[in-house]
């Protein structure tokens, strides 16, 4: 079967079906994202990060962007087929979304490091299983979610680094005692 992309698309398509899809996790990001924002000026800016960390005012553009190709992602996804075929495919990006917006709170809201460093570890695999499962169906879906698993790699890494640099008081983070058994 072709990639299916947007070509000859109606625009009852693009306005029920395609837009629906794209706004779907742009809206989850900005309200996970407007939930936790207070964090940024506050908690955050006091932590111990690496020379690598992107500037904060990367992180909305380039979320939204992913978010937009992920949704679109879906859509293709959810055009590749009879739902017995595609209905996986959507519960696994369900389950990516889901943990990408719950990665926020426990980061942002909890100040758990360690806890999040765990999640978005969980993320990537679900992310990179979506890649997976969405290249028999659509290969344009599954490229589309590329970039996002290399911006969550990215960011892994970064949770890594501060979950390590800044333990608890009193505590070695599971970053620090992994960090210790390699060296």
């Not at 899809?21 to 964090?39: C, F, K, Q």
């Not at 979320?63 to 595609?86: C, D, F, K, N, R």
Request: contains cysteine; hydrophobic residues 50%; charged residues 10%.
């Amino acid at each position: 079967m072709a990639p299916k992309g947007i070509t000859g698309v109606t625009v009852n398509t693009l306005l029920t079906e395609i837009l629906p899809a794209i706004v779907v996790p742009i809206a989850l990001g900005w309200l996970t994202n407007s939930a936790t924002r207070n964090e940024l000026q506050t908690w955050y800016r006091n932590l111990k990060k690496p020379s690598w960390t992107p500037p904060d005012s990367a992180f909305p553009i380039v979320w939204t962007i992913l978010y937009a190709m992920m949704g679109y992602a879906s859509w293709l996804i959810y055009q590749s087929g009879p739902m017995s075929v595609i209905r996986f495919p959507l519960i696994m990006y369900a389950v990516q979304l889901l943990l990408n917006i719950s990665w926020s709170p426990i980061f942002w809201k909890a100040h758990a490091k360690n806890m999040a460093l765990y999640e978005i570890c969980a993320l990537w695999v679900a992310i990179a299983s979506c890649i997976i499962i969405f290249y028999p169906l659509n290969k344009v879906a599954s490229y589309l979610m590329m970039p996002y698993l290399a911006w969550v790699t990215l960011a892994t890494a970064l949770n890594y680094r501060i979950a390590k640099d800044n333990p608890r008081k009193g505590r070695t983070s599971p970053a620090g005692r992994i960090n210790s058994k390699l060296t």
